[in-house]
């Protein structure tokens, strides 16, 4: 039994990273049915991780509720919100709401009213981390950082109205029919397709190639980790 557990997920993952990475080179029908086959079971895979995750997410909070944890009364809000939205989604699936701009579920409705308001109200507290670490990051300490900090003042200067406004404040000149300084826009766009694009470039190029690596260790049985042991 060990040795099935120890070798079978081995043989599957070589088995079908072998086979899905020479599909591409192979432009056949049987093959490309055999993709779309497969592709349907990731989605049934998918669910069903889905289902996996929300029971977890139930004992967790569930056993969480039970030793009286610290912040356990979130755990109610979260059994009201989840039992909620799928009471409604089941049973009042087909309830239309008027609204200002038409018709929509009672779902919908909900959805729009209190998930969004939620996630926005989430991401405007991650700008409080994301200017911390901007401030920690933009300290001009190296040539590298100097220039990451003009480049960040030149597209966070052109992002803001007060920006814009001090910008045009600047006088300009006609030097051969170009005009200087350029407009703050044209900088900004400059910098985010040239500049940045570039780096960019690099970043994804340097992900392509550690996910190819990571790959091949996985079907040749190199990495394991997935096996829930790093032995």
Not at 30 to 41: I, N, P, Q, R, V
Not at 127 to 144: G, L, N, Q
Not at 164 to 186: D, F, H, R, S
Not at 198 to 205: C, M, N, R, V
Request: hydrophobic share 55%; glycine share 8%; proline share 4%.
């Amino acid at each position: 039994m060990d040795y099935f557990k120890k070798w079978a997920p081995v043989v599957v993952a070589f088995v079908m990273g072998t086979f899905f990475a020479l599909q591409y080179y192979i432009p056949h029908p049987f093959t490309d049915d055999m993709l779309t086959g497969m592709s349907k079971w990731f989605i049934v895979i998918g669910g069903v991780a889905m289902g996996l995750g929300v029971v977890s997410l139930f004992y967790s909070h569930f056993y969480k509720i039970k030793r009286r944890a610290p912040a356990w009364g979130f755990s109610f809000v979260m059994f009201i919100a989840l039992f909620g939205m799928i009471a409604v989604g089941i049973y009042f699936a087909n309830t239309e709401v008027v609204t200002e701009t038409g018709k929509q579920t009672l779902y919908g409705w909900i959805y729009q009213n209190f998930m969004v308001p939620l996630q926005s109200t989430m991401f405007s507290i991650l700008a409080f981390y994301v200017a911390s670490a901007a401030f920690r990051a933009f300290r001009a300490k190296t040539k590298e950082a100097t220039l990451l900090l003009i480049a960040a003042i030149i597209v966070m200067f052109a992002r803001v109205p007060m920006g814009e406004y001090v910008y045009a404040q600047i006088p300009t000149l006609q030097i051969a029919g170009v005009t200087l300084p350029p407009a703050i826009g044209e900088v900004t766009s400059w910098v985010m397709k040239t500049i940045n694009m570039a780096a960019q470039g690099g970043i994804s190029l340097g992900i392509c190639l550690g996910v190819i690596a990571m790959s091949l260790k996985i079907i040749f049985g190199i990495e394991k980790s997935y096996l829930g042991s790093n032995k």
